[in-house]
């Protein structure tokens, strides 16, 4: 291990357990991220920190960069967040973070004008730094402080190879879209989650394991339909994300983008995020 990639492990493990170097280098990321935006502003560390194809949800998917650079230079309010649980994969070039952030007014009074959780996808560059792909998050009650808590590495599973012509993550995310509307959203999150699934809806804050989403998605009766457009998976094949258009019937009918991220289960793919963007 080098000199550089013990620091940021030995970093990331004094709020929590040790983690892998690639997943301590981008921890530390997300933590220089956030400092740059409560020091030097929102509109900076963005740009700093984003790739040139990063996308947004506004909810339509649009580039990011651009979206950034309409943003005035000193907005009204200071954004700070926290990395609290993430996961990177087996090559070391695709992971993601999420945990809550804390919008303040800059008056000079501190207010809170907002909190909720953040979800970042984050990519490995030729020159090996961390920039983020996408980035998209849900508005819920304050969760507590956001600092100091122990980062936690989301559960590791046993090392399967990809099988020679598996199906691809778009097909998984398809069919899942498939069983939701056939079977219902309890079933098909049953059955294609884990213990350490987590849902992201505006108004709560993350919703982990299947007894939480069991009781969360049981509580409504209103059928979704989803479609996905794009998805990218790591090099290794057991990290990936997809992301689509999705619509609840009744009324209001609501419509907007899903993002998604699946994991390599015992060789086969599992949900391990699941974040609505709602629109209209």
Same mark, same amino acid.
């Given at each position: 291990?080098?000199?550089?990639?013990?620091?940021?492990?030995?970093?990331?493990?004094?709020?929590?357990?040790?983690?892998?170097?690639?997943?301590?280098?981008?921890?530390?990321?997300?933590?220089? +991220?956030?400092?740059?935006?409560?020091?030097?502003?929102?509109?900076?560390?963005?740009?700093?920190?984003?790739?040139? %194809?990063?996308?947004?949800?506004?909810?339509?998917?649009?580039?990011?960069?651009?979206?950034?650079?309409?943003?005035?230079?000193?907005?009204?309010?200071?954004?700070?967040?926290?990395?609290?649980?993430?996961?990177?994969?087996?090559?070391?070039?695709?992971?993601?973070?999420?945990?809550?952030?804390?919008?303040?007014?800059?008056?000079?009074?501190?207010?809170?004008?907002?909190?909720?959780?953040?979800?970042?996808?984050?990519?490995?560059?030729?020159?090996?730094?961390?920039?983020?792909?996408?980035?998209?998050?849900?508005?819920? *009650?304050?969760?507590?402080?956001?600092? *100091?808590?122990?980062?936690?590495?989301?559960?590791?599973?046993?090392?399967?190879?990809? #099988?020679?012509?598996?199906?691809?993550?778009?097909?998984?995310?398809?069919?899942?879209?498939?069983?939701?509307?056939?079977?219902?959203?309890?079933?098909? +999150?049953?059955?294609?989650?884990?213990?350490?699934?987590?849902?992201?809806?505006? /108004?709560?804050?993350?919703?982990?394991?299947?007894?939480?989403? #069991?009781?969360? +998605?049981?509580? /409504?009766?209103?059928?979704?339909?989803?479609?996905?457009?794009?998805?990218?998976?790591?090099?290794?094949? %057991?990290?990936?994300?997809?992301?689509?258009?999705?619509?609840?019937?009744?009324?209001?009918?609501?419509?907007?983008?899903?993002?998604?991220?699946?994991?390599? #289960?015992?060789?086969?793919?599992?949900?391990?995020?699941?974040?609505?963007?709602? /629109?209209?």
């Amino acid at each position: 291990m080098t000199r550089v990639a013990f620091a940021l492990a030995l970093g990331a493990a004094i709020l929590g357990q040790q983690l892998p170097p690639d997943l301590a280098s981008l921890v530390e990321t997300e933590r220089a +991220f956030a400092k740059m935006s409560v020091d030097k502003g929102r509109r900076d560390a963005f740009l700093a920190f984003f790739s040139d %194809d990063a996308i947004f949800f506004t909810p339509d998917p649009v580039n990011a960069r651009r979206q950034i650079q309409t943003w005035p230079q000193a907005a009204p309010f200071r954004l700070d967040w926290e990395p609290h649980f993430g996961d990177i994969a087996r090559a070391g070039d695709l992971g993601y973070t999420t945990g809550p952030f804390i919008r303040t007014s800059v008056a000079g009074d501190g207010k809170v004008l907002g909190t909720g959780w953040y979800f970042t996808v984050w990519k490995r560059q030729p020159d090996h730094t961390w920039k983020v792909a996408i980035d998209a998050g849900i508005l819920s *009650p304050s969760s507590g402080p956001l600092r *100091p808590v122990p980062f936690t590495a989301a559960p590791e599973d046993e090392a399967v190879p990809a #099988r020679e012509g598996a199906t691809s993550l778009l097909d998984v995310d398809r069919t899942f879209c498939k069983a939701i509307a056939s079977a219902g959203l309890v079933s098909a +999150f049953l059955t294609a989650g884990t213990d350490a699934t987590r849902v992201y809806r505006d /108004g709560a804050t993350p919703i982990a394991g299947a007894a939480a989403i #069991r009781a969360y +998605f049981a509580s /409504g009766s209103r059928r979704m339909a989803c479609e996905p457009a794009r998805y990218e998976t790591s090099r290794s094949a %057991d990290l990936g994300y997809t992301y689509g258009k999705y619509s609840l019937e009744g009324s209001p009918r609501q419509s907007g983008y899903y993002l998604r991220v699946w994991k390599q #289960r015992a060789g086969q793919w599992k949900l391990a995020i699941d974040l609505i963007v709602a /629109g209209s």
